[in-house]
C-alpha cells in the first residue's frame, strides 16, 4: 500500500453512557448535532480539510447507525484510491477475539492496520467533540519540535479542571507534569483527546502497555504518564478557538444552542472549512403564512407552521400551527402537532409529538415527579409517540420503556 | 426497472426564459432554491429504478456538467449502465450548427444499440412534476402500445402560451394531436415523455433522420398517428411546464403552497441534487419571515415573505425582499427592498436600492450583475 505521513485512528467506539436514552441504540459520534450533522462529521471533516487521507474508525459500541453513515466516506471526500477512511470494529485473530479493553487497546489492537500505511505519525481523535481545528498545524508543531508525542490542550476553567486530564508545561510548551482528573489540579490546560504521536515511539508505548496487567490501556490514564516518566520529549499544543465536550446531556444541550448566538464561537458557514455530513437530499425549508422564528438554527426540508424560537431544529422536521418550540433541540424526522408545546427539551429522532401535548411545563404545586435532569433539560426518546393527552413535566427523561408506568398524574 | 432505459432530450427551446436561459441550457435553470430543472427528469428516472440513463448534450451545457458531474447524486456512477452523456455531432448532416435531437440520436446510435434495456422512455426536462415511469410502463404493456405519450388534465390552458394538445378516444388511443391549436381540442396536455420500445425509437431515429427530419416527436411521431398504437397515460398531480418567464415564476411560487412542496418534492421518492453541504439556515432575532421557500446556507435578519431564497443568502437588517425570487449567493447592501424581482446568481444589490417588477413581469436581474 502506498506510504501515508499520517494516518488517523478515530475513536467512536465508546457508548457514551452520560447521554442515556439518546445513546441506547447508536454510538455517541452518530448522536445528531446542529441542525443536520452528527457529532463526528466535525471530527471526519477536519481530517478532509487538514488533508488527512487515511482515517481508521474504530467502532464497537451499537456501530450499525455510525457504519452505514460513514460508507465509503464519499460526503467528507474520504473515498480514496489508497487510504480513505476504514471502519474498524474488534475481530477475531490466532490468538482468539477480545472487545476493545480502552482506547489505548483498541490502538493497539489495530497497529496493522496502521502498518500498511507505513506512516510517520499517529493522530488520534475522539469522535466526540465538537471544534474545527487544522491538524496539519498541529503536525507541524510536532514535527518542529522534534516530539514523540504531542497533545492539543485548551484552558478550561479552574472549576472544571477534574473533569479532564491536565497539562503542565514549561515555557517551550513541553510538558513537564500531567494529571487524570485531579482533584487538586496544577494547570488548567486540558486535555483534548487529539494527540499526534510519532508511529516508532507508540507502537513501543502500546507494546509495554499491552504487556502490563495492571494497565486499564487507556491513553490518559496510561500511556500518556508511561511516555512522560520514559523521559520522551512531549509538547503541549495550545488550542485557542470553539471546542466543547458533548458528551452529557448538559453540554449536548448547549453546544446546540452555542450556534444560534448572534454571533457563534463555532461559525458553520465557512466556505474555507466545510463541515460535510452525508446528506439525505430534502427541498429547502418552508416556512408558513403564519410561521414565527426567532434565533434559530432549521435544517433541510423543515415545514413549520408555528412558533419556534431560540432553538435547533434537524433535517425533515414539521412543526404545525399554533405549535410552540422553544430553548429546544429537535432532532430530525420529529412531527410537533397542533397547538403542542415543547419548552427547553431534546426530541430523538422521528418522534412524534401529538397535538396538543405539553413537553417541558412547570410540575404543579405539590406535583410528585422524577427529575432526572437537574437543569431542567426534558428528553424524549427517539421514535416514540407522545400522546395529546400528555403533559410532561420539565426534567424529566423520558423513554418508551418507562411508558407503561408512566404516572396518570402526569397526564392530563 | 432494469428493462427501463432513460433518455432526457435537452433541446427544448428557452427563448421564453429570457435571461435565466442565456448561458445555460434548459435543464440547468435553477430552480426551487436549490435544485436545477434537470433534477426532477433525472430524479424521477432513478426513483422508477432505471440505471441507465442517456443526456442529449445540445448547446449551453457547461453549467449542467459542473451540476451533473458523473451522476454521483442520483447513484448513476455505476459499473454497469449508470449516466451517460450523449454529446451532439459537432456539425450534422445539414450543416447547421445546432443539432436536432433526432441528429443527435442517430450520432448516439451505438449508444442505443448497445444498452440492454428493451424499453425506453423519452423526456424533456422542461416540466417539473414527481411521476413514476414504471406505472407508465405497466400501462403501456397493459395496452400493447407502440407508443405512450404521458400527458396530463389541465383546467387552466390560458396559462400555457405552447402546448401540446392530445385527443383521445374511449379506449385510450391517440386519434390526433396539435400544437398550440387555436381553437382548444382537448385539455390533454403533452407533457413531453413518452415510452416506447427500444428498437422502435431506433427505427425512427434511422428513418426520418436520413429524410432531414430534426424532432422526434413532432417530425418522426406525428406523422406515424394512424399507423402506430399511440396510447395516452395520465399523469394526475402537479405539473409546471416551464417555457416562459411567467410560467417558472409562478411554478417557483406554488412551491409556497405545503400541498404542492409535500407532492413535487416526496410523491415518489425525493427529487435529488448536487450536494453543497452548506449550514443549516440561522433565524436571527428580529427577522420576520413568512410564506416562504429558504435553501441552507441562509443567514436571514432582514423580511422575507412570498420569497424563494436558494443557498448562501444573506439577508441583512433591513432588507426586504417581497415576492421574489433570490438566487444562490446574492449580494444584498443594506436597506435593498425587493418586490416581483428575480436576481439570478451572483448579483450584487448595492445598499439603498430598490428594484420593483410586476407579478405578470417579473424583472430579472442576470448572472453576475451588479446593481
Redesign the interface.
Known sequence: MQKKEVVAMLLAGGQGSRLGILTKKLAKPAVPFGGKYRIIDFTLSNCSNSGIESVGVLTQYQPLTLNSYIGIGSAWDLDRNTGGVSVLPPYVRDQGAEWYKGTANAVYQNMDFIAQHDPEYVLILSGDHIYKMDYSKMISYHKGKGAAVTIAVIPVPWEETHRFGVMKTDDDGRIIEFQEKPKIAKSNLASMGVYVFNWKELQLYLEADEADPNSSNDFGKNVIPAMLQGGEPMYAYAFREYWKDVGTIDSLWEANMDLIAKQPELRLNDSKWKIFSLNQTLPPQLVGPGADLQSTLLGDGCLILGKVHHSVIFTGTRIEEGAEVVDSVVMPGVHVGKGAVVHKAIIGENTIVEAGARIGVPAKPGEQVEISNESGITVIEDNVTVRSSMRIVRGTVLSVAAWPEFPEERIS | MRNLLGIIDLAEPTEGLGGLADHRTLGAVPF???YRLIDFTLSNMVNARIRNVGILLNDRFGPLLDHIKDG??WDLNRQRDGMFLLPAPSRTDSGEGISSNLSNLRHNRAYLEKSRQEYAVFSGCGVITNIDYRDALAYHLEKQADITVIYNQTNNLADNPSYTAVVMGDDGRVVDIALNPQQCISQKVFLNMLILRKGLLIDLVDHYSARQKRDLFTEAIMPRLSELRIYGYEHTGYVGAINSLRSYYQHSMD??R?DV??E??FRYG????K?K???????????R?????????C?IEGTVENS??FR?VEVGPGVMIKDSIVMQKAKLGSGVTLKNVILDKDVTISAGKTLTGDPSFPIVISKLATV
Open positions: 426551487g432554491g436549490r454521483k447524486e412551491l409556497l405545503p412542496w409535500q413535487l418534492f425525493h427529487i435529488n441534487t450536494v453541504h452548506e449550514a443549516p439556515v440561522r433565524y436571527l432575532d428580529g427577522c419571515v413568512s410564506n416562504s421557500l429558504i435553501a441552507t446556507g443567514t424563494i431564497l448562501g
